[in-house]
């Protein structure tokens, strides 16, 4: 048999691999910082403040905390690793089966139209028809978003021919439509004729799901359309109902478009709940929807979508699927995760909800250490994988076809997907801890994909060049700092778990991907350093009190290079990401507004649920907009119009700075500027926190919109930084 050829071998690979240029540069960057690190440190214990050792201990302990989060944070920077995939190789024909789990879950936060618009833009991918089904997840248990997916699969029906005739993108309808160069993307008066028609038939059925919400009812006469409304016939609980389970389109060919062709399956699926059964949130509805995809279509390969992020390359899951085909590298993987990416958002991302640094920078890290975590949206998965087998380096596993062949029975299949959907089927079995996705944790995805990859299990961060999703990120700063507040609890969870990084991790996982585990998992504990900055420092200045260098101290440049040099390399990564100054400078203040806020919520939830006095719930950021707040989002203002428990810390953290600081320099000029020597740094950090929260000061005390700041925040506020200058000026 003739040996093939390295060149014969790489072109028959399905992707290929390449690390990142600069590194040698970085490695110079990263030695001259650990330096300086050290430098600090041995300052540190050499010049132990006689007079305040307490305060001279605790500032100590956050600059250690500062820097064991920055050196986790290098796993991702060390070596940043890319692949390119080949689409255009993989055969015409034999492509695997891939079952598709779309999450809801509030009719009021996540519209229907939302909804409807995200299934059309997944059912119109490029791939064959009969390898899909999609299964929708309700767990409102709501009239409203069945009404709304019953819609889709009518209008799928001329919208699918319509995007594979004329190659249309994006082919979510909604943002097709909407795009002012749309009615351009074809050739001639037939593309007109049919743009013209469709785009009525769009919004013929955009007016019925949102009438239909408006009314909060759906009409008699479309509730005679179909079989599934008569689950609604009696009240329907979002807590306490029966399993519904409705096939809205039938895939194997019976079920047809306007031109003949095969349609892909389509299945709604509400899991059953009653008070006192946990239902696991999240993690328990796409344990449910898998076992529903198993019985009805079982395809080897699941990828799952959240509501809010429709797709926006048709050619995304052909890229997913080259890692899988690979004939080197495939039987490793166990899934691949595409980057989380939003539209919508302001030129400078006011909010940091672009998450460019972890989606556009740092999962790139993660290539190099066995593959980025699992992100909850937007991943394809081995159904092997995800159901617990474990990865036997010994076994050179292919994918296998396992859907039951011939014609459907397809009541039959709607009884015994109602079966699997009960709330009591999980007692007893393995669910959530030994299959599926984990239970244990409000961030079900990074979990999920720690434990995977703790059973040998290889992750692949796939980026084309076309976004392969797009999602709408929160438009307001409680949304944000609460989103931010559930994942940082969920994170650190994980790490009080069995299977914490640096303890389940050791001998399972490479060193950088504890390192990246590590960093994220341990992100609400950066408000512990952050908060003694804040309040610390400009404390003991105001009573006169140096816990830094003087101005005129060699030590002094210690301190100024690793803060300078971490922003200067911060800045120049965002750049690279083709991000903007004034991006970079929203993401930091959003860094002291989490740190100050989301960060310290979650550590007393964490606390308190220890306690037993608490649990931790699961909150959905609102995907509803209000059009006077999204005004304001558009010229990038910051919201701060609910009187939120969230704001009071950031807030009196920063009258606190402003305060101090002004008293500080108002002593040094009537003192003379000899007194500024020994507390230059602190003026510095003081300064620094007040203008980076100059939005805050206008919020409280010039804006006169909706937006502004509440009294009743301000109020608080500013009472508790009275408190704690009483404090100081008894105990400092």
Request: glycine content about 6%.
């Amino acid at each position: 048999m003739k040996k093939m050829t390295s060149s014969t071998a790489d072109h028959r690979r399905l992707f290929i691999t390449r690390q990142a240029g600069g590194r040698f540069l970085y490695k110079i960057y990263f030695i001259i910082f650990v330096a300086g690190i050290a430098s600090l440190f041995y300052y540190r214990l050499t010049h132990i403040h006689s007079d305040h050792p307490l305060l001279w201990l605790i500032i100590s302990l956050a600059e250690f905390w500062f820097a064991a989060t920055w050196l986790f944070q290098q796993g991702f920077r060390w070596a940043p690793t890319f692949h390119v995939e080949y689409p255009e190789r993989l055969p015409k024909d034999d492509l695997p089966a891939v079952d598709v789990l779309v999450c809801t879950a509030d009719p009021d936060r996540e519209p229907p139209s939302l909804v409807a618009n995200t299934l059309l833009s997944l059912m119109a991918y490029n791939y064959d028809a009969n390898k899909l089904a999609y299964y929708l997840s309700d767990d409102g248990g709501s009239e409203l978003t069945f009404h709304a997916v019953y819609q889709a699969s009518i209008f799928a029906k001329i919208w699918l021919p319509f995007c594979k005739k004329y190659n249309v993108e994006p082919r979510a309808p909604q943002v097709y439509f909407s795009s002012e160069n749309s009615a351009s993307g074809g050739v001639g008066q037939s593309f007109r004729q049919e743009y013209d028609t469709v785009k009525v038939k769009f919004e013929e059925m955009q007016e019925r799901i949102e009438k239909a919400g408006r009314l909060r009812k759906v009409t008699n006469e479309t509730r005679k359309e179909h079989k599934g409304f008569k689950e609604w016939d009696s009240k329907v609980d979002p807590r306490n109902h029966q399993s519904i389970v409705e096939v809205l389109l039938r895939g194997n060919g019976v079920d047809k478009d306007s031109e003949g062709n095969t349609m892909p399956t389509l299945v709604y699926v509400s899991r059953e709940k009653r008070p006192g059964q946990p239902h696991h949130f999240k993690a328990g509805a796409l344990n449910a929807m898998n076992r529903v995809s198993a019985v009805i279509s079982n395809a080897p390969l699941v990828l799952n979508v959240d509501c809010d992020m429709h797709s926006n390359n048709s050619q995304a899951l052909r890229h997913a699927v080259c890692y899988f085909l690979d004939p080197k590298e495939s039987h490793r993987i166990g899934y691949v995760q595409f980057p989380q990416s939003f539209g919508g958002v302001t030129e400078n991302d006011l909010y940091a909800n672009g998450v460019k640094r972890i989606y556009e920078i740092e999962f790139f890290g993660t290539n190099a250490h066995n593959g980025p975590m699992y992100a909850g949206t937007g991943s394809v998965h081995r159904r092997e994988s995800l159901n617990g087998r474990k990865y036997d380096p010994r076994v050179q596993l292919k994918l296998e076809d396992k859907s039951v062949p011939g014609s459907k029975n397809w009541a039959e299949f709607e009884v015994k997907a109602k079966t699997v959907t009960s709330c009591t089927y999980e007692k007893g079995k393995p669910w959530g801890d030994e299959m599926g996705l984990m239970y244990g944790s409000a961030v079900e995805d990074v979990f999920t994909g720690l434990v995977l990859q703790s059973r040998g299990w290889q992750s692949v961060f796939c980026s084309p060049e076309r976004k392969a999703f797009l999602g709408l990120a929160p438009v307001n700063t409680n949304d944000t700092l609460i989103q931010h507040k559930r994942w940082s609890t969920g994170l650190l969870e994980i790490f009080l778990s069995d299977y914490c990084p640096w303890t389940n991790g050791v001998g399972k996982l490479k060193l950088g991907q504890i390192m990246c585990y590590s960093f994220y998992t341990l992100w609400a504990l950066w408000c512990l350093p952050m908060l003694i900055y804040a309040i610390v420092t400009p404390l003991a200045m105001v009573n006169g009190i140096s816990l830094f260098p003087k101005g005129s101290d060699p030590w002094f440049r210690v301190f100024t290079f690793l803060g300078i040099a971490s922003h200067i390399f911060s800045l120049g990564e965002l750049m690279w990401a083709r991000g903007t100054f004034k991006m970079w400078w929203n993401e930091t203040r959003m860094w002291m507004l989490k740190g100050s806020s989301s960060y310290l919520f979650s550590v007393m939830v964490t606390i308190l649920k220890a306690l037993g006095i608490s649990e931790s719930g699961f909150e959905i950021t609102s995907k509803v907009i209000d059009e006077e707040a999204l005004k304001r989002y558009k010229k990038e203002m910051m919201e701060f119009a609910v009187a939120s428990p969230m704001f009071i810390p950031p807030t009196t953290l920063s009258l606190l700075n402003l305060y101090c600081l002004f008293k500080t320099v108002i002593t040094i000029a009537n003192v003379g500027l000899s007194s500024l020597d020994h507390l230059v740094l602190q003026i510095i950090i003081s300064g620094y926190i007040s203008i980076i929260s100059i939005p805050i000061y206008k919020a409280m005390f010039l804006r006169k919109d909706k937006g502004r700041m509440p009294t009743s925040v301000t109020i608080y506020s500013i009472l508790i930084c009275l408190a704690l200058l009483y404090l100081s000026s008894i105990f400092m």
